[in-house]
C-alpha cells in the first residue's frame, strides 16, 4: 500500500492557538476533522491516520520546537518506511498575502526556520505547501508577527485557502504533485 506523510507545521500548546505560525497545523485539523479522524499524541508529534483510495495517509503535527521540526519529519518518513516523494509539508509564509497560498515539488525554504531543518536533514526533494500570512508587520517585528492571533476579519480571508489546503492533501495523494500544482496553484494567487 502506497503511504503519504503530510506535515503541518506550527507550534504545540494553546498559547500558539490560531497564530500565524500555526497555519499548518490549521490545515491538518480542517483535513482531519473532514475526515472524522482525531490526532493522537506519539513520538515527535501528533498524529492521525486515514486511508484515501487505498492510499494510507500519515498527518503530522511535530511536537519538537519549529526549528527542530525536522526531527519529527525524518522519524515518521523512516518508521513508516514514506518515500520522499510523498511527503507534502504545510507552512506558513509571509512573502504571500494572507490567503494566497503556492504549492511547489522542492525548492529553498524561503527563510521559514522550520523548512529550513527539515531541509537540513532531508534535502530540498520534497513538497511544500506555502500558506501566505501576509507580512504587515514594522522592521524587526517579524516575531511577534508570526506569533500573533488572526483576527476574525483575517480567518474570514484565510478560511477559503484552508479549506482548499484540504482539496489540496486529497489531489497531491490521488493525483501526484504534478497535477495538484496545475490545477490549484492558479487559484492561489492573491
Known amino acids: 500500500m502506497d503511504k503519504y506523510l503530510i506535515v503541518g507545521l506550527g507550534n504545540v500548546g494553546s498559547e500558539y492557538d490560531m497564530t500565524r505560525h500555526n497555519t499548518g497545523f ?25 486511508t484515501i483510495k487505498g492510499r494510507k495517509v500519515f498527518l503530522l503535527k511535530p511536537s519538537t520546537y519549529m526549528n527542530l521540526s525536522g526531527n519529527a519529519v525524518r522519524y515518521w518518513l523512516n518508521k513508516e518506511n514514506i518515500d520522499q516523494q510523498r511527503l507534502l509539508v504545510i507552512s506558513d ?26 531541509q537540513q536533514l532531508i534535502g530540498q526533494n520534497y513538497a511544500r505547501l506555502r500558506m501566505g500570512i501576509g507580512n504587515e508587520y514594522a522592521r524587526g517585528q517579524q516575531v511577534d508577527w508570526v506569533l500573533g492571533r488572526y483576527s476574525d476579519e483575517e480567518m474570514k480571508t484565510l478560511q477559503p485557502s484552508i479549506e482548499l ?7 497531491f495523494v490521488l493525483s501526484g504533485i504534478d497535477i ?3 490545477q490549484y496553484n492558479k487559484l492561489g494567487k492573491k
Open 165 to 171: 489546503g484540504v482539496e489540496i492533501i486529497n489531489s
Open 93 to 118: 509564509d509571509v512573502a504571500l498575502p494572507l490567503g494566497a497560498f503556492r504549492l511547489k515539488a522542492n525548492g529553498s525554504n524561503g527563510g521559514h526556520n522550520g523548512l529550513g531543518h527539515i
Open 26 to 50: 490549521m490545515v491538518l485539523d480542517a483535513f482531519a476533522k473532514a475526515s472524522n479522524i482525531v490526532f493522537e499524541d506519539k513520538r515527535y508529534g501528533f498524529v492521525a491516520e486515514t
Open 180 to 182: 495538484t500544482m496545475n
